[in-house]
């Protein structure tokens, strides 16, 4: 590039430019240079370039060197002495526009920027960068904050759907074991009645029956005591029938079919206390009776069977009050934890036949509460399903064996119905025991 060039190029850029040969010879410069540094051109023109820098002639000349081999912008920072004498720092971008020759040397095209202005230049522009950050900032702030607004707003009716869902589910089970223990109570009801009729038909006509026959044996012993030598047909029938042993017999049979029709007439009224069709009303009743009837009805299971012990029953009762509450509910809730109970022994003499099942059941008085311990010597719980043990429809038993609604129903007779407490503590291998609390006086609301 020759001066003429770049006198014609060089008035249409803005950038400060200074034209140069590797020697440090000013060949041209453009208006926008003789502006910042404050020279008329003619002034600068033919000078040598470290004559007018602050910096030493061979650091002057080893940046020009550069320049004349390189093709790219080579960065330096040049200060320039001004005609007022004050100094003019300047970040310099250098390259060869014509390289050197034999007969003449490199032609370098250097491009000036005032560090001054670019360093306020720069400082806008980071303000600049900094405002749009503060902007992006806060944009981010309130696209995170309406995100976590919505995220609590997704969770709460997450929540509110699990709410709902459990609710469901709860009422589910309640219409259930409500159906359940109406359909129950009435079969049972039914049962007791129609076996309480004849039962009673019978037991009381044993007792004059017994009269009649000891009235007809004792007739029998006047007849051999003032006749003894009946005919030969009546000593024949004697000896048949083995009179004697009749007369001591009938009277044993008619004992038995005493105790046989009590034993009838307890159990008839154990499944009447059980069921209570006739007080689902809140009343005050002896729990001792509750439980007792309730064991009554699960006799079955606790007798000893063949190639099976039975299950031993201790009772630790203390002197309690009656307690206000619903009976036949309360009596449910005892039958679901010791069925629950009865299933564990079972479990375990599968596993051990030296094993001996045990339930204690043991009452207390505290306060104005009374407490009732259900405890077991099976297996105990696994700990990792304990805290879903009054879930609803939870079970660990088979299909068909459970349907999960037992221990669920109790927690909800006991706490919903009864402001108790139901509570258990068990460790594996070692047993549970199931604790129910419940106040003596129930809310009038309840």
């Given at each position: 590039?020759?001066?003429?060039?770049?006198?014609?190029?060089?008035?249409?850029?803005?950038?400060?430019?200074?034209?140069?040969?590797?020697?440090?010879?000013?060949?041209?410069?453009?208006?926008?240079?003789?502006?910042?540094?404050?020279?008329k051109s003619k002034q600068l023109e033919n000078k040598l370039l470290y004559d007018i820098v602050n910096e030493p002639s061979n650091e002057v000349i080893h940046y020009l060197q550069a320049c004349s081999k390189s093709r790219q912008m080579i960065i330096g920072?040049?200060?320039?002495?001004?005609?007022?004498?004050?100094?003019?720092?300047?970040?310099?971008?250098?390259?060869?526009?014509?390289?050197?020759?034999?007969?003449?040397?490199?032609?370098?095209?250097?491009?000036?920027?005032?560090?001054?202005?670019?360093?306020?230049?720069?400082?806008?522009?980071?303000?600049?960068?900094?405002?749009?950050?503060?902007?992006?900032?806060?944009?981010?702030?309130?696209?995170?904050?309406?995100?976590?607004?919505?995220?609590?707003?997704?969770?709460?009716?997450?929540?509110?759907?699990?709410?709902?869902?459990?609710?469901?589910?709860?009422?589910?089970?309640?219409?259930?074991?409500?159906?359940?223990?109406?359909?129950?109570?009435?079969?049972?009801?039914?049962?007791?009645?129609?076996?309480?009729?004849?039962?009673?038909?019978?037991?009381?006509?044993?007792?004059?029956?017994?009269?009649?026959?000891?009235?007809?044996?004792?007739?029998?012993?006047?007849?051999?005591?003032?006749?003894?030598?009946?005919?030969?047909?009546?000593?024949?029938?004697?000896?048949?029938?083995?009179?004697?042993?009749?007369?001591?017999?009938?009277?044993?049979?008619?004992?038995?079919?005493?105790?046989?029709?009590?034993?009838?007439?307890?159990?008839?009224?154990?499944?009447?206390?059980?069921?209570?069709?006739?007080?689902?009303?809140?009343?005050?009743?002896?729990?001792?009776?509750?439980?007792?009837?309730?064991?009554?009805?699960?006799?079955?299971?606790?007798?000893?069977?063949?190639?099976?012990?039975?299950?031993?029953?201790?009772?630790?009762?203390?002197?309690?009050?009656?307690?206000?509450?619903?009976?036949?509910?309360?009596?449910?809730?005892?039958?679901?934890?010791?069925?629950?109970?009865?299933?564990?022994?079972?479990?375990?003499?599968?596993?051990?036949?030296?094993?001996?099942?045990?339930?204690?059941?043991?009452?207390?008085?505290?306060?104005?509460?009374?407490?009732?311990?259900?405890?077991?010597?099976?297996?105990?719980?696994?700990?990792?399903?304990?805290?879903?043990?009054?879930?609803?429809?939870?079970?660990?038993?088979?299909?068909?064996?459970?349907?999960?609604?037992?221990?669920?129903?109790?927690?909800?007779?006991?706490?919903?119905?009864?402001?108790?407490?139901?509570?258990?503590?068990?460790?594996?291998?070692?047993?549970?025991?199931?604790?129910?609390?419940?106040?003596?006086?129930?809310?009038?609301?309840?």
């Amino acid at each position: 590039m020759n001066s003429e060039n770049f006198t014609k190029l060089a008035r249409t850029f803005p950038e400060p430019l200074i034209l140069l040969n590797s020697k440090g010879e000013v060949l041209k410069i453009n208006p926008a240079l003789t502006k910042i540094l404050g020279y008329k051109s003619k002034q600068l023109e033919n000078k040598l370039l470290y004559d007018i820098v602050n910096e030493p002639s061979n650091e002057v000349i080893h940046y020009l060197q550069a320049c004349s081999k390189s093709r790219q912008m080579i960065i330096g920072c040049l200060n320039f002495c001004q005609p007022d004498r004050r100094i003019l720092a300047c970040r310099c971008e250098g390259a060869v526009v014509e390289p050197s020759s034999p007969s003449s040397p490199a032609i370098i095209l250097i491009r000036l920027e005032n560090r001054t202005s670019a360093n306020k230049n720069f400082a806008t522009l980071n303000e600049q960068i900094d405002n749009e950050l503060i902007k992006e900032a806060y944009k981010r702030k309130q696209i995170e904050s309406a995100l976590r607004k919505s995220e609590l707003k997704l969770r709460q009716k997450a929540k509110d759907l699990e709410d709902t869902l459990g609710e469901l589910r709860r009422t589910q089970s309640k219409l259930i074991q409500s159906e359940k223990m109406s359909a129950l109570g009435q079969m049972v009801a039914g049962v007791a009645h129609e076996i309480n009729n004849p039962v009673s038909f019978i037991y009381g006509n044993i007792i004059p029956a017994n009269q009649y026959a000891q009235d007809l044996i004792r007739i029998i012993e006047l007849y051999q005591k003032n006749y003894p030598n009946p005919v030969e047909e009546i000593e024949a029938e004697i000896e048949a029938v083995e009179l004697d042993f009749l007369k001591k017999d009938f009277i044993q049979l008619l004992r038995s079919m005493k105790n046989g029709t009590e034993r009838i007439k307890e159990i008839v009224l154990s499944l009447r206390n059980f069921s209570r069709l006739d007080e689902a009303e809140l009343k005050q009743v002896d729990i001792h009776e509750g439980i007792d009837s309730t064991l009554l009805i699960l006799h079955n299971r606790l007798k000893a069977k063949l190639n099976h012990p039975g299950i031993e029953v201790i009772k630790r009762y203390s002197s309690l009050p009656k307690v206000d509450c619903y009976a036949g509910q309360l009596n449910q809730a005892f039958m679901n934890i010791l069925a629950n109970a009865i299933d564990s022994l079972d479990d375990e003499f599968n596993k051990n036949h030296n094993f001996n099942p045990q339930i204690t059941i043991s009452t207390e008085l505290s306060a104005s509460n009374i407490a009732i311990r259900i405890a077991d010597n099976g297996s105990g719980i696994p700990f990792s399903i304990q805290s879903k043990l009054f879930d609803p429809f939870f079970t660990t038993k088979q299909v068909g064996k459970g349907t999960g609604l037992g221990l669920s129903s109790s927690y909800q007779i006991i706490v919903d119905k009864h402001h108790g407490k139901l509570s258990f503590d068990s460790s594996f291998g070692k047993g549970t025991e199931f604790i129910i609390k419940i106040p003596i006086k129930q809310c009038s609301s309840t």
